[in-house]
T-cell receptor
Framework: GQQVMQIPQYQHVQEGEDFTTYCNSSTTLSNIQWYKQRPGGHPVFLIQLVKSGEVKKQKRLTFQFGEAKKNSSLHITATQTTDVGTYFCAGPAAGNKLTFGGGTRVLVKP | EAGVTQSPTHLIKTRGQQATLRCSPISGHTSVYWYQQALGLGLQFLLWYDEGEERNRGNFPPRFSGRQFPNYSSELNVNALELEDSALYLC????????????FGEGSRLTVL
């Protein structure tokens, strides 16, 4: 079955620095979605990418969908303490099952 | 507009018992999804309901079951509880599966002793 993998599993970032987290699917995706889960909270939908090579920005967050539609990345610039949480990517598998990656847990050092 | 609501917030059961978790989707959403999130881990797909029908289920044993009611609310039943069923159970709803994003509730924390 489809597998969605994210790296790194953990990301320790100094406040103010940039970082990127990556998402890879074993199959081609019709779309890729990103979610953020704050500690103790529930996942919150951030964005959906549909087109090959698509790039979308939300303030300091830049999301990219790979040309082959099998990978995606999330780049955060000038990390803030409010960025703490786990970032999940998710892609639809057969039967419209949305499969989530294992997540990247972001920890910010002030 | 109210978001996805789940009840109960916390539930403590013992091995062998049965648990029932409930979910009300965002008004107008017809699809409801259930995910299991064990402590510190990712989201594992459990069930998807749309228009009252079960459309897909994940790799979970048959003792995990559920249904969707005519008002699109849903319940998840877990029979013969085992210790490893302890987890956060998240319900999500969407307008049209699965594009456009899922909107999650706060979750129900199930503890099996």
């Amino acid at each position: 079955g489809q597998q969605v993998m994210q790296i790194p599993q953990y990301q320790h970032v100094q406040e103010g620095e940039d970082f990127t987290t990556y998402c890879n699917s074993s199959t081609t995706l019709s779309n890729i979605q990103w979610y953020k889960q704050r500690p103790g909270g529930h996942p919150v939908f951030l964005i959906q990418l549909v087109k090959s090579g698509e790039v979308k920005k939300q303030k300091r967050l830049t999301f990219q969908f790979g040309e082959a539609k099998k990978n995606s990345s999330l780049h955060i610039t000038a990390t803030q303490t409010t960025d703490v949480g786990t970032y999940f990517c998710a892609g639809p598998a057969a039967g419209n099952k949305l499969t989530f990656g294992g997540g990247t847990r972001v920890l910010v050092k002030p | 507009e109210a978001g996805v609501t789940q009840s109960p917030t916390h539930l403590i059961k013992t091995r062998g018992q049965q648990a029932t978790l409930r979910c009300s989707p965002i008004s107008g959403h017809t699809s409801v999804y259930w995910y299991q999130q064990a402590l510190g881990l990712g989201l594992q797909f459990l069930l998807w309901y749309d228009e009252g029908e079960e459309r897909n289920r994940g790799n979970f044993p048959p003792r995990f079951s559920g249904r969707q009611f005519p008002n699109y609310s849903s319940e998840l039943n877990v029979n013969a509880l085992e210790l490893e069923d302890s987890a956060l159970y998240l319900c999500a709803s969407s307008l049209a599966p699965p594009g456009g994003g899922l909107f999650f509730g706060e979750g129900s924390r199930l503890t099996v002793l």
